[in-house]
């Protein structure tokens, strides 16, 4: 099952804002409020913020599909817009989802490695990465894939201050 990517531009920003919501929701209820998700996503997924990201030259979103199903997307920081590291050789890879009914399929793993193609075509030495330190299944998929953790970093989460295990991989 192979899958294909399509970067995002500003007419897909209602589907982006779908995907997105739904797939953080599915990933993190279970282990939060429904309170504090509200707030998340609403702050984290607002049109106008989205929209803003959508149109920055440094960031980039893309969808996943399997054959013409959207199955997941991911996101990608560089320069400024990396959320702790502001390091020319760095690449963030800041989402990384897919939808629930497509998990267990190894998608992630072609759109990890996609992001890794993309970081190198950016001229990055390594990629970089924030996990919810709850998120164990994810920590052990990174880890597997050849990342180290180096730091940690509050989240907020709503109301919710959680803590995120900072990893990397040199590619």
Do not use: P
């Not at 982006?16 to 409020?33: P, V």
């Not at 992001?115 to 996990?131: D, F, P």
């Not at 299944?137 to 907020?156: L, Q, T």
């Amino acid at each position: 099952m192979k899958l294909t990517f399509k970067q995002c531009k500003k007419e897909d920003l209602k589907e982006l804002m779908s995907i997105a919501r739904s797939t953080y929701y599915d990933a993190f209820i279970a282990e939060n409020s429904a309170e504090n998700m509200k707030l998340y996503l609403d702050f984290a997924f607002d049109k106008e913020k989205l929209s803003t990201e959508l149109e920055n030259e440094e960031t980039e979103f893309y969808f996943a599909y399997l054959m013409d199903e959207l199955v997941g997307y991911f996101k990608i920081n560089w320069e400024k817009t990396q959320d702790n590291i502001n390091d020319k050789e760095a690449v963030e890879v800041e989402r990384i989802y897919v939808m629930r009914e497509f998990q267990r399929k190894k998608l992630g793993q072609q759109m990890l490695e996609k992001t890794i193609e993309l970081s190198k075509s950016k001229g990055a030495q390594y990629i970089w990465l924030g996990v919810w330190e709850k998120n164990i299944k994810a920590i052990r998929f990174y880890e597997r894939n050849g990342f180290e953790k180096f730091g940690e970093h509050d989240f907020m989460l709503g109301n919710e201050k959680q803590n995120d295990i900072l990893m990397k991989r040199f590619i």
